[in-house]
């Protein structure tokens, strides 16, 4: 009896000793838009695995593009006493309430790769460079349409991104004053006369809005001419237009040049068929190891490194941020950026 007595005193001692470790660990809660599009559920993945590989504990949420979700989120994390927060918005403006209550907690905010605004509440922002992408875009229209050299006018319609998404902005900014001395010129025609970011927007990135704004041109619009050119931000918007198109009457062999953005599979698989034009490739895997680098910095009281101090301002102050380089990817490259790299395999993309 005493010896076993004994042993059962040191078995308490050992659990009590692993639940006092456990209780020390860091704890990071990491919220994402949303697991219908496959580029978020790429992120939460990479940054999950980053963060668990560093030692700490995760708590990953989805809010399924509802913003008050996002906010009754955050405010369980902060409940529960997460040590660190890492955000990408819904809604970039929807979260100051919950965002305030982390500030007091002394809970630090990362905003991921969607700017959080109107807040003080947020330490660093880690993302893309969101204008370049909308400039590599309209180059690459640029030079597959030799616009500089054309002496047809091509007819050209604009999608943009969310409005409540303040990259959005940013994409059709760097599109548009690309874009702006060709249309100028009459190189690009637009038939819908739709241009400004309030007309072209298409709520909550949704593909179902963007082919029915599509089919809407098209009818008013098309009667008789052809949709030569589609700018279209990111590529589920570029599949809704496109399967508007092929309803139209337009085979696969004359749709528009398009353009688009992530490389998710199904755009890619599009790409290589001849369908989509184009895609940018941001390397989620780059994106997760810069904040994972900048939650370290941050815990450990030291400063990251940042690359950009000018240009995102949140409507409260200019947020200290590290930018990402996007790639352009078409038929000519996909093997070497997304195969070669790791990013898919062949067999992912059907090749």
Sequence with gaps: MKKLLVSLIAFIIVLSGCSSGDSDQV????????????????????????????????????????????????????????????VAPVDGGALTVPLSQAASANIPVISYDRLLTNTDAVSYYVTFDNYGVGVLQANYLVEKLDLENSKDSLNLEVFAGSPDDNNAQFFYNGAMDTLKPYIESGALTVPSGQTDFETVATL????????????????????????????????????????????????????????????????????????????????????????????????????????????????????????????????????????????????????
Excluded: H
Aim: proline content about 4%; overall charge negative; hydrophobic content about 35%.
């Design 27 to 86: 704890t990071i809660g990491v919220l994402m838009p949303t697991q219908s599009a496959q580029r978020w559920i790429q992120d939460g993945e990479y940054v999950t695995e980053l963060l668990e590989e560093k030692g700490y504990a995760v708590e990953l949420q989805y809010a399924e593009d509802n913003p008050q979700t996002q906010v009754s989120q955050i405010e369980n994390m902060i409940t529960k006493g997460v040590d660190l927060l890492i």
């Design 204 to 351: 909550r990135w949704d593909a179902a809005t963007a082919q029915t704004r599509m089919d809407n041109i098209i009818t008013s619009n098309y009667s008789d001419k052809k949709v030569d050119v589609v700018l279209s931000p990111y590529d589920p918007i570029t599949l809704g237009v496109i399967s508007s198109l092929k309803s139209a009457g337009y085979s696969s062999s004359d749709l528009p040049t398009t353009t688009g953005q992530d490389a998710d599979v199904s755009s890619v698989k599009s790409i290589i068929a001849g369908e989509q034009t184009m895609t940018i490739f941001k390397d989620t895997r780059l994106l997760a190891e810069a904040t994972v680098d900048v939650v370290e910095k941050v815990l450990n009281g030291e400063e990251p490194v940042v690359n950009n101090t000018t240009d995102y301002d949140n409507g409260n102050f200019v947020v200290p941020t590290i930018t990402i380089e996007p790639k352009a990817v078409d038929q000519d490259n996909y093997k070497e950026t997304l195969i070669d790299s790791g990013y898919y395999t062949a067999e992912e993309l059907g090749v």
